[in-house]
Protein backbone atom coordinates (compact mmCIF):
# COMPACT_ATOMS: atom_id res chain seq x y z
CA UNK A 1 0.00 0.00 0.00
CA UNK A 2 1.85 3.16 -1.08
CA UNK A 3 1.20 6.64 1.07
CA UNK A 4 -1.10 9.41 0.58
CA UNK A 5 -0.15 11.79 -1.87
CA UNK A 6 1.98 9.36 -3.61
CA UNK A 7 -0.56 6.99 -5.35
CA UNK A 8 -1.47 8.94 -7.94
CA UNK A 9 2.42 9.07 -9.09
CA UNK A 10 3.03 5.36 -10.00
CA UNK A 11 0.66 5.20 -13.36
CA UNK A 12 4.40 7.19 -14.90
CA UNK A 13 7.07 5.23 -15.83
CA UNK A 14 10.75 5.79 -15.56
CA UNK A 15 12.61 7.92 -17.64
CA UNK A 16 15.79 5.64 -18.13
CA UNK A 17 18.34 5.18 -20.79
CA UNK A 18 21.04 3.17 -22.29
CA UNK A 19 24.47 3.99 -23.97
CA UNK A 20 23.19 4.40 -28.07
CA UNK A 21 26.74 2.71 -29.40
CA UNK A 22 26.37 -0.57 -27.24
CA UNK A 23 27.57 -3.61 -28.81
CA UNK A 24 25.12 -6.66 -28.98
CA UNK A 25 24.37 -9.11 -26.45
CA UNK A 26 24.91 -8.67 -22.43
CA UNK A 27 27.97 -7.67 -21.08
CA UNK A 28 29.65 -7.68 -17.32
CA UNK A 29 27.84 -4.58 -16.13
CA UNK A 30 26.05 -5.15 -12.66
CA UNK A 31 23.75 -2.97 -10.95
CA UNK A 32 25.41 -0.33 -8.91
CA UNK A 33 25.84 -0.36 -5.55
CA UNK A 34 23.87 2.53 -4.54
CA UNK A 35 25.54 4.69 -2.09
CA UNK A 36 24.95 2.75 1.34
CA UNK A 37 24.68 6.10 4.02
CA UNK A 38 22.68 8.63 1.92
CA UNK A 39 19.51 8.50 3.79
CA UNK A 40 21.87 9.80 7.19
CA UNK A 41 24.65 11.43 5.10
CA UNK A 42 25.53 12.94 1.94
CA UNK A 43 24.78 11.02 -1.61
CA UNK A 44 27.65 11.64 -3.89
CA UNK A 45 25.18 13.26 -6.73
CA UNK A 46 24.89 12.57 -10.08
CA UNK A 47 24.76 14.81 -13.53
CA UNK A 48 21.62 14.96 -15.28
CA UNK A 49 24.13 13.86 -18.47
CA UNK A 50 24.61 11.37 -16.82
CA UNK A 51 21.16 10.19 -15.14
CA UNK A 52 19.52 8.11 -17.93
CA UNK A 53 22.52 5.83 -18.68
CA UNK A 54 23.32 4.80 -15.60
CA UNK A 55 19.45 4.21 -14.66
CA UNK A 56 18.89 1.95 -17.83
CA UNK A 57 22.21 0.06 -17.30
CA UNK A 58 21.10 -0.73 -13.57
CA UNK A 59 17.92 -1.32 -14.35
CA UNK A 60 18.79 -4.14 -17.78
CA UNK A 61 21.59 -5.34 -15.69
CA UNK A 62 18.98 -5.85 -12.72
CA UNK A 63 16.68 -8.27 -14.70
CA UNK A 64 19.16 -10.06 -16.81
CA UNK A 65 19.75 -12.43 -14.62
CA UNK A 66 16.07 -13.16 -13.61
CA UNK A 67 15.45 -13.45 -17.87
CA UNK A 68 18.83 -15.67 -18.35
CA UNK A 69 17.04 -19.10 -17.48
CA UNK A 70 13.77 -18.38 -18.75
CA UNK A 71 12.51 -19.93 -21.80
CA UNK A 72 12.33 -15.82 -23.39
CA UNK A 73 15.61 -14.58 -24.82
CA UNK A 74 17.12 -11.38 -23.26
CA UNK A 75 17.98 -9.02 -25.18
CA UNK A 76 20.30 -6.13 -22.66
CA UNK A 77 20.86 -4.06 -26.10
CA UNK A 78 17.35 -3.33 -26.84
CA UNK A 79 16.35 -2.71 -23.62
CA UNK A 80 19.37 0.27 -23.04
CA UNK A 81 18.07 1.51 -26.51
CA UNK A 82 14.42 1.46 -25.59
CA UNK A 83 15.24 3.11 -22.65
CA UNK A 84 17.68 5.80 -23.76
CA UNK A 85 14.60 6.62 -25.75
CA UNK A 86 11.83 7.06 -23.02
CA UNK A 87 14.32 8.54 -20.80
CA UNK A 88 15.48 11.46 -23.17
CA UNK A 89 11.67 11.63 -24.04
CA UNK A 90 10.60 11.89 -20.13
CA UNK A 91 14.12 14.72 -20.01
CA UNK A 92 12.45 17.08 -22.64
CA UNK A 93 9.12 16.83 -20.97
CA UNK A 94 10.36 18.04 -17.65
CA UNK A 95 12.42 20.70 -19.12
CA UNK A 96 10.01 21.72 -21.18
CA UNK A 97 7.91 22.63 -18.07
CA UNK A 98 10.49 24.79 -16.13
CA UNK A 99 11.27 21.53 -13.74
CA UNK A 100 14.64 21.31 -12.15
CA UNK A 101 16.68 17.97 -12.60
CA UNK A 102 17.83 17.73 -8.95
CA UNK A 103 21.18 15.43 -8.66
CA UNK A 104 20.78 13.82 -5.49
CA UNK A 105 17.58 12.19 -6.67
CA UNK A 106 19.12 11.14 -9.73
CA UNK A 107 21.48 9.94 -7.31
CA UNK A 108 19.69 7.38 -5.29
CA UNK A 109 17.11 6.17 -7.91
CA UNK A 110 19.34 5.80 -10.47
CA UNK A 111 21.79 3.39 -8.29
CA UNK A 112 19.20 2.25 -6.15
CA UNK A 113 17.16 1.15 -9.01
CA UNK A 114 18.25 -2.75 -8.19
CA UNK A 115 16.75 -2.41 -4.98
CA UNK A 116 13.66 -2.74 -5.68
CA UNK A 117 14.11 -5.65 -7.09
CA UNK A 118 14.27 -8.90 -4.55
CA UNK A 119 14.76 -12.75 -6.03
CA UNK A 120 13.10 -11.23 -9.41
CA UNK A 121 9.85 -9.80 -7.71
CA UNK A 122 8.65 -6.87 -7.23
CA UNK A 123 7.74 -4.59 -4.40
CA UNK A 124 10.42 -4.37 -1.96
CA UNK A 125 9.76 -0.52 -1.36
CA UNK A 126 6.85 -2.36 0.42
CA UNK A 127 8.97 -3.66 3.06
CA UNK A 128 12.42 -2.33 3.01
CA UNK A 129 12.86 1.31 4.25
CA UNK A 130 16.11 1.72 1.66
CA UNK A 131 14.36 0.79 -1.36
CA UNK A 132 11.15 3.10 -0.55
CA UNK A 133 13.25 6.09 -0.51
CA UNK A 134 14.83 4.62 -3.85
CA UNK A 135 11.17 4.25 -4.73
CA UNK A 136 10.51 8.19 -3.57
CA UNK A 137 13.41 9.54 -5.47
CA UNK A 138 12.61 8.08 -8.88
CA UNK A 139 8.80 10.17 -8.55
CA UNK A 140 10.91 13.25 -7.98
CA UNK A 141 13.55 13.30 -10.15
CA UNK A 142 12.77 16.40 -12.11
CA UNK A 143 10.37 18.99 -9.84
CA UNK A 144 9.36 22.13 -9.36
CA UNK A 145 10.78 24.33 -5.86
CA UNK A 146 7.31 25.20 -4.08
CA UNK A 147 8.44 24.91 -0.49
CA UNK A 148 6.79 23.29 2.26
CA UNK A 149 3.88 24.86 3.55
CA UNK A 150 2.77 26.58 -0.15
CA UNK A 151 0.19 25.58 -1.64
CA UNK A 152 0.62 23.50 -5.13
CA UNK A 153 -3.11 23.45 -7.01
CA UNK A 154 -1.92 21.28 -9.85
CA UNK A 155 -1.88 18.13 -6.89
CA UNK A 156 1.18 17.11 -8.60
CA UNK A 157 3.98 16.18 -6.35
CA UNK A 158 6.30 17.07 -9.14
CA UNK A 159 5.76 20.77 -7.92
CA UNK A 160 6.89 20.68 -4.89
CA UNK A 161 10.57 21.22 -3.52
CA UNK A 162 12.31 18.06 -2.09
CA UNK A 163 14.10 17.56 1.81
CA UNK A 164 17.35 16.12 1.58
CA UNK A 165 16.49 12.90 3.52
CA UNK A 166 12.60 13.30 3.33
CA UNK A 167 9.51 13.54 0.50
CA UNK A 168 7.28 16.19 0.22
CA UNK A 169 4.42 15.77 -1.41
CA UNK A 170 1.36 17.84 -3.23
CA UNK A 171 -1.31 16.73 -0.76
CA UNK A 172 -4.47 15.95 -2.25
CA UNK A 173 -6.24 17.29 0.92
CA UNK A 174 -4.79 20.48 1.11
CA UNK A 175 -3.43 21.42 -2.35
CA UNK A 176 -0.26 21.87 -0.28
CA UNK A 177 3.07 20.80 0.01
CA UNK A 178 3.65 19.08 2.68
CA UNK A 179 6.11 16.47 4.20
CA UNK A 180 5.76 12.91 4.19
CA UNK A 181 5.60 11.77 8.44
CA UNK A 182 6.06 8.41 8.88
CA UNK A 183 4.01 6.36 11.75
CA UNK A 184 5.87 3.65 13.56
CA UNK A 185 4.52 0.31 14.99
CA UNK A 186 1.60 1.15 17.18
CA UNK A 187 0.43 4.54 16.36
CA UNK A 188 -3.11 5.71 15.24
CA UNK A 189 -3.32 5.42 11.24
CA UNK A 190 -6.38 6.28 10.37
CA UNK A 191 -8.52 8.60 12.95
CA UNK A 192 -7.51 10.04 16.13
CA UNK A 193 -3.90 10.56 14.29
CA UNK A 194 -0.50 11.83 16.50
CA UNK A 195 -0.65 15.71 16.63
CA UNK A 196 2.83 16.02 14.65
CA UNK A 197 0.63 15.00 11.32
CA UNK A 198 -0.95 18.57 11.45
CA UNK A 199 2.12 19.36 9.91
CA UNK A 200 2.48 16.86 7.36
CA UNK A 201 1.19 13.69 5.25
CA UNK A 202 1.03 10.46 7.70
CA UNK A 203 1.26 7.19 6.57
CA UNK A 204 2.57 3.97 7.89
CA UNK A 205 6.63 3.67 7.52
CA UNK A 206 7.71 1.12 4.63
CA UNK A 207 7.48 -2.96 6.62
CA UNK A 208 3.92 -1.64 8.18
CA UNK A 209 0.54 -1.65 7.06
CA UNK A 210 -3.00 0.14 8.77
CA UNK A 211 -5.36 -2.64 10.57
CA UNK A 212 -6.77 -3.43 13.37
CA UNK A 213 -9.65 -2.41 15.49
CA UNK A 214 -8.74 0.62 16.40
CA UNK A 215 -6.48 0.97 13.09
CA UNK A 216 -2.91 1.18 14.03
CA UNK A 217 0.34 0.63 12.16
CA UNK A 218 1.34 -2.81 12.72
CA UNK A 219 3.55 -5.26 10.95
CA UNK A 220 3.02 -6.11 7.17
CA UNK A 221 4.07 -9.70 7.52
CA UNK A 222 3.69 -11.90 10.42
CA UNK A 223 5.99 -14.47 12.63
CA UNK A 224 5.66 -17.75 12.63
CA UNK A 225 3.04 -18.83 15.07
CA UNK A 226 1.65 -15.31 14.98
CA UNK A 227 -2.21 -14.98 14.77
CA UNK A 228 -3.70 -14.40 11.16
CA UNK A 229 -6.96 -13.49 9.68
CA UNK A 230 -6.95 -14.63 6.13
CA UNK A 231 -7.04 -18.53 6.22
CA UNK A 232 -5.77 -19.83 2.73
CA UNK A 233 -5.24 -16.73 0.89
CA UNK A 234 -2.00 -17.28 -0.91
CA UNK A 235 -0.36 -16.04 -4.25
CA UNK A 236 2.68 -17.86 -5.31
CA UNK A 237 3.30 -19.54 -2.29
CA UNK A 238 3.56 -16.13 -0.62
CA UNK A 239 0.49 -15.34 1.95
CA UNK A 240 -0.78 -11.93 2.22
CA UNK A 241 0.46 -11.92 5.89
CA UNK A 242 2.54 -14.58 6.70
CA UNK A 243 5.26 -14.34 4.00
CA UNK A 244 7.33 -16.48 1.52
CA UNK A 245 6.71 -20.25 2.15
CA UNK A 246 4.06 -19.59 4.73
CA UNK A 247 0.56 -19.74 4.62
CA UNK A 248 -2.30 -19.01 7.42
CA UNK A 249 -3.77 -22.13 8.76
CA UNK A 250 -6.78 -23.42 10.11
CA UNK A 251 -6.20 -22.19 13.16
CA UNK A 252 -5.40 -18.87 12.21
CA UNK A 253 -1.78 -18.93 12.44
CA UNK A 254 0.96 -18.22 10.66
CA UNK A 255 2.47 -21.74 9.76
CA UNK A 256 5.26 -23.00 7.63
CA UNK A 257 4.73 -24.68 3.81
CA UNK A 258 5.69 -28.24 3.73
CA UNK A 259 8.70 -28.89 1.13
CA UNK A 260 9.92 -32.04 0.07
CA UNK A 261 8.51 -35.40 0.53
CA UNK A 262 6.33 -33.88 3.32
CA UNK A 263 2.71 -34.13 3.37
CA UNK A 264 0.70 -31.24 1.35
CA UNK A 265 -1.18 -28.83 3.14
CA UNK A 266 -4.44 -30.47 4.47
CA UNK A 267 -7.96 -28.18 4.30
CA UNK A 268 -10.45 -26.68 2.07
CA UNK A 269 -10.65 -24.12 -1.02
CA UNK A 270 -7.27 -22.56 -1.34
CA UNK A 271 -5.51 -23.96 2.11
CA UNK A 272 -5.21 -27.48 0.55
CA UNK A 273 -2.46 -29.43 -1.64
CA UNK A 274 0.03 -26.61 -0.99
CA UNK A 275 3.71 -26.55 -0.69
CA UNK A 276 6.84 -24.31 -0.75
CA UNK A 277 7.63 -22.44 -3.86
CA UNK A 278 10.02 -24.66 -6.38
CA UNK A 279 7.70 -28.13 -5.21
CA UNK A 280 4.13 -28.87 -6.46
CA UNK A 281 1.87 -31.30 -4.54
CA UNK A 282 1.73 -34.88 -5.55
CA UNK A 283 -2.17 -35.20 -6.16
CA UNK A 284 -2.25 -38.50 -7.93
CA UNK A 285 0.02 -40.79 -6.00
CA UNK A 286 0.18 -39.96 -1.91
CA UNK A 287 -0.56 -36.12 -1.62
CA UNK A 288 3.00 -35.56 -0.81
CA UNK A 289 5.25 -32.71 -1.96
CA UNK A 290 7.70 -33.25 -5.23
CA UNK A 291 10.05 -31.20 -7.24
CA UNK A 292 7.82 -28.95 -9.39
CA UNK A 293 8.61 -29.01 -13.09
CA UNK A 294 10.71 -27.19 -14.63
CA UNK A 295 10.76 -24.15 -17.03
CA UNK A 296 9.60 -25.12 -20.29
CA UNK A 297 8.38 -27.85 -19.35
CA UNK A 298 5.08 -28.47 -20.66
CA UNK A 299 1.78 -28.14 -17.68
CA UNK A 300 -1.69 -27.82 -17.63
CA UNK A 301 -1.65 -25.81 -14.70
CA UNK A 302 0.44 -23.54 -12.57
CA UNK A 303 0.55 -26.11 -9.24
CA UNK A 304 2.78 -28.25 -11.99
CA UNK A 305 5.31 -25.79 -11.96
CA UNK A 306 8.15 -24.62 -9.50
CA UNK A 307 8.17 -21.56 -10.37
CA UNK A 308 3.94 -21.12 -9.96
CA UNK A 309 2.89 -20.37 -13.48
CA UNK A 310 1.79 -21.93 -16.85
CA UNK A 311 1.80 -19.48 -19.29
CA UNK A 312 0.28 -20.73 -22.53
CA UNK A 313 0.92 -24.32 -21.61
CA UNK A 314 4.68 -24.17 -20.56
CA UNK A 315 6.29 -23.82 -17.18
CA UNK A 316 7.46 -20.07 -17.07
CA UNK A 317 8.77 -17.48 -14.79
CA UNK A 318 6.69 -16.24 -12.27
CA UNK A 319 8.19 -13.01 -11.96
CA UNK A 320 9.22 -9.99 -13.86
CA UNK A 321 10.81 -12.52 -16.40
CA UNK A 322 7.54 -11.84 -18.45
CA UNK A 323 8.21 -12.01 -22.66
CA UNK A 324 8.32 -8.49 -23.52
CA UNK A 325 9.83 -7.29 -20.69
CA UNK A 326 12.71 -10.09 -22.05
CA UNK A 327 12.69 -9.15 -25.23
CA UNK A 328 13.84 -5.48 -23.96
CA UNK A 329 10.30 -3.59 -24.70
CA UNK A 330 10.73 -2.45 -21.08
CA UNK A 331 9.52 0.41 -20.98
CA UNK A 332 6.40 2.09 -22.64
CA UNK A 333 6.40 5.52 -23.49
CA UNK A 334 3.00 6.90 -22.07
CA UNK A 335 2.35 9.93 -21.11
CA UNK A 336 1.64 10.67 -17.78
CA UNK A 337 0.90 14.66 -17.85
CA UNK A 338 3.85 15.31 -15.87
CA UNK A 339 7.31 15.87 -16.43
CA UNK A 340 8.96 13.75 -13.60
CA UNK A 341 10.19 10.11 -13.62
CA UNK A 342 9.04 7.51 -11.32
CA UNK A 343 9.28 3.85 -11.25
CA UNK A 344 9.44 1.74 -13.92
CA UNK A 345 6.78 -0.42 -14.08
CA UNK A 346 8.34 -3.74 -14.06
CA UNK A 347 9.82 -2.69 -10.84
CA UNK A 348 6.50 -1.75 -8.95
CA UNK A 349 4.80 -4.22 -6.62
CA UNK A 350 1.88 -5.98 -8.02
Partial sequence: MRRPG???????????AALAALAGGCDSTEPIELVPDYQGGPDVPLAQEEF??????????????????????????KCRVDARAVCEARKTRALSLKYEYDPLRGARCARGAGLLVRDCRRGSEATDPLAASVDDACQVVWHQRI?????????NTADCDQDPDGMIVCSSTY???LPVIALQVGEACAQALPTRCDRGVCACAPGLVCQGTPPRCSAAVHPLGAACQHVGTQTDTVSSECGRDRYCDAHSVCAELPGLDEPCTAGGSS?????????????EHDRTCIEGKTLGT?????GECASGLCY????????????LLCDGAIFLDQDPAHG?????TFLQGN
Fill in 6 to 16: VAGLVASLASL
Fill in 52 to 77: CATLAATACATIRPCCEPSPFAFDET
Fill in 147 to 155: PKTFRCSSG
Fill in 175 to 177: LTC
Fill in 271 to 283: AANLCRLGYRCDV
Fill in 298 to 302: GCSGN
Fill in 312 to 323: QSVCAPNDIASP
Fill in 340 to 344: FVSTP
